[in-house]
């Protein structure tokens, strides 16, 4: 995984100078382009924790009162490094907080939660990629690629309950849980221009792999339609969508995180 990492600026420079004489794109295939906007997430996911003489712990958002659905901040960038190479980087955030009486007895961690105690819990989700890729075909109007890249998980979950103490009273304790898994992931995608101001962009990629304490499968497909008004602005409209199956395991202690994050997406760009 250090080496895959590594290798990224690498491949960079290369693109960098074996490209510096590239031939001019068309209006519409611009040199950098950069997007904020809003997802709206139908998110599920389910998260599981064993160890050694204790049961197995299972949860999903419903458990914990989450929403799953979430309108969140989302920003990504495209830089064209040479004729063919392209570098495009994105993130997406997610996050929600939940209290109910508990419906289940379950523990979490050093937390034991019966049923009908007070719970608050707080899921945290960031998701950070990076793809390089090369334009194997390429017209006046179109192009598609393939590339290499990683997704980086960063997931936190953080579960309160009201727990009855010795004397009688009641406190609130919290245990959590904290996540970061790179992944990486072969890309394949492109852009077609139905006009200048018209285009549609889409992309997909998929990986599965055992590695160090991690084992992972990882699918995501997204398409978006923009229209530039303006030469150097324009919007963006479309659909995304990721899932993400990763299981950890370190000495007697197992986690596996099961998410999905589908849902349609608004956003602006801009274009140099």
């Not at 919290?174 to 221009?193: C, F, I, K, R």
């Not at 197992?254 to 801009?270: A, S």
């Amino acid at each position: 995984m250090k080496t895959f990492l590594l290798s990224i600026p690498i491949v960079l420079v290369f693109c960098l100078q074996g490209h510096a004489a590239e031939v001019t794109a068309k209006n519409w295939d611009k040199r950098l382009t950069l997007r904020a906007g809003a997802i709206a997430y139908d998110m599920s996911g389910d998260f599981s924790s064993t160890r050694e003489d204790r049961p197995t712990i299972n949860l999903d958002l419903d458990d914990l009162d989450l929403q799953e659905k979430q309108v969140a901040l989302f920003l990504g960038g495209d830089l064209r490094l040479g004729e063919r190479w392209r570098l495009s980087v994105d993130y997406f955030h997610y996050d929600d907080n939940g209290s109910d009486a508990a419906s289940k007895d379950f523990e979490f961690n050093d937390l034991v939660v019966t049923v009908g105690a007070q719970i608050k819990s707080k899921l945290s989700f960031d998701l950070y990629v990076v793809n390089v890729g090369y334009d194997i075909y390429r017209t006046e109007r179109a192009y598609f690629g393939a590339g290499i890249g990683a997704h980086v998980v960063d997931f936190s979950l953080e579960v309160s309950a009201n727990i009855s103490v010795g004397d009688g009273s009641d406190t609130f304790r919290s245990e959590d849980e904290d996540l970061t898994a790179p992944l990486p992931n072969l890309y394949v995608g492109g852009a077609y221009a139905f006009r200048d101001d018209v285009i549609f962009n889409y992309g997909g990629g998929w990986m599965s792999l055992s590695y160090g304490d991690y084992e992972g499968d990882l699918l995501f497909v997204n398409g978006t339609l923009e229209y530039w008004p303006f030469r150097n602005v324009g919007l963006g409209a479309g659909y995304a969508y990721r899932t993400a199956n990763i299981t950890y395991k370190a000495n007697s202690k197992k986690e596996k995180y099961d998410i999905e994050m589908p849902g349609p997406i608004l956003y602006v760009t801009v274009g140099f």
